[in-house]
């Protein structure tokens, strides 16, 4: 009774021998159904019995007990005298892959187990349902079940990226119609492009740069593909030609642009009107309203002020900056970028005279300041430095004028000294 319980879980490739049922554990003696198979190499078929042995895979529990399979698999010769594999294996694909320990149904869940939860968790999971197996198992199970859909892309493209700037880099491969990275190589050695190609056929264009491994390993691993040259590659080499004509004939470039410049100034010059020939500072042309902005948020700063706000809610309100805030409250203004008119220098008024009695033969600096407060000069006693050096070199040789003994050349430092210096 227990037996055709358990018959419909067979895969129908197989016929039950027995079964052998325990309180923990189910163990199905089973062959293959049909008489014949094929070899998998020249995929002739076969019924020539070498000899016999027993696979024994993990199925999918049954009501919490563990299922093992006792699989009774024959051994044939294969009858293809050209063929390089004399004995061979019967082997159904679709129920458990070659040289595996479990059904491909068991295995399949292991990886979704695996993707899921990961190895550690995992384990415990299938442990729990009667499907035990370690975590270092699922986390292969996942691996290999990636590697075994993997399929070669059509569009190849090939480019080298670095694992240390300067120091090491790899080749980075990735299908360029569904814009996936397929794999990473650990150098851009011709020899490893090559190998991979002749291991992953199928790949009919190579997209690559203009490094020649490269383009040797291409041509040695993927012979009947065709190598282009991606757009990226393109454009970088056509910029770094252009740039080094450029820096070539730098000097040429210079001077014909100049020209232009020049000569579209001429032609705008002409045709402008009077009115356009003054030209706004750059700041006010990048930011015509600045002005008017600023006087915008100094008067929204005093209004919050007005109604209770403080300094620190205004900052986080307007995004102004506390130093700003506190300044424009201080001085009641906003303040502008408005330069300081230009104020004369006192002391220029009075320039003639000083060079007329510097000329005379005056050295005295005392007297001469004295001189120059009767006239109006009521600034303080400095004088700017580069015209005390111009009166000396004016004054202080002139014809027929006596070299200045020791005393005298103290007054003439300190003439240097006292002279008033230019408000800037």
Not at 14 to 34: G, N, P, T, Y
Not at 39 to 44: E, F, V
Not at 184 to 204: F, I
Not at 278 to 299: G, T
Request: hydrophobic fraction near 35%.
């Amino acid at each position: 009774m227990m037996t055709k319980r358990v018959l419909p879980l067979i895969p129908s490739p197989r016929v039950v021998d027995h079964v052998q049922l325990s309180s923990e554990a189910i163990s199905i003696h089973c062959r293959f159904r049909s008489l014949t198979a094929r070899c998998p190499d020249c995929c002739r078929t076969s019924r020539r019995l070498h000899s016999r042995y027993e696979r024994r895979l993990a199925d999918l529990p049954w009501q919490g007990r563990t299922v093992t399979i006792a699989l009774n698999v024959r051994r044939l010769r294969c009858d293809n005298h050209r063929c390089r594999r004399l004995i061979f294996a019967e082997n159904h694909d679709d129920v458990v892959h070659r040289y595996c320990r479990r059904t491909r149904r068991l295995a399949e869940v292991h990886r979704c187990v695996g993707l899921a939860l990961g190895g550690e968790a995992g384990a415990r999971l299938v442990a729990r349902l009667g499907m035990q197996v370690s975590a270092d198992t699922i986390l292969r199970i996942v691996r290999s079940g990636f590697v075994s859909e993997f399929k070669a892309p059509r569009i190849l493209g090939v480019d080298d990226w670095a694992w240390r700037r300067g120091q090491r880099y790899g080749t980075v491969l990735v299908d360029l119609e569904k814009n996936d990275v397929v794999d990473l190589l650990p150098d851009r050695e011709m020899s490893t492009l090559s190998t991979w190609l002749t291991d992953h056929p199928g790949v009919e264009i190579v997209a690559r740069d203009r490094a020649g491994a490269y383009a040797r390993g291409a041509r040695q691993g993927a012979p009947k593909a065709q190598q282009i040259a991606d757009r990226w590659h393109l454009l970088r080499n056509c910029s770094d030609a252009l740039q080094n004509v450029v820096e070539r004939r730098y000097r040429l470039v210079r001077d014909i642009g100049k020209s232009f410049v020049d000569r579209f100034v001429d032609d705008g010059r002409s045709d402008a009107r009077p009115e356009d020939h003054r030209v706004l500072p750059a700041r006010s042309r990048r930011h015509p309203n600045r002005h008017e902005e600023r006087r915008a948020l100094f008067d929204e700063v005093v209004r919050l002020t007005g109604i209770g706000w403080s300094q620190l809610a205004i900052r986080r309100e307007l995004g102004i900056d506390l130093k700003t805030i506190r300044k424009w409250l201080k001085d009641e203004q906003s303040g502008t970028w408005r330069r300081r008119a230009f104020t004369p220098n006192p002391a220029d008024l009075h320039e003639d005279y000083v060079r007329r009695r510097w000329s005379e033969g005056c050295r005295n600096a005392t007297r001469l300041y004295r001189e120059v407060w009767d006239r109006g000069y009521s600034a303080s006693s400095y004088v700017r430095p580069e015209s005390g050096r111009t009166l000396i070199q004016s004054g202080g040789n002139c014809p027929g004028q006596v070299t200045a003994r020791p005393f005298e050349m103290d007054s003439q430092i300190r003439a240097q000294n006292l002279k008033p210096k230019s408000r800037r």
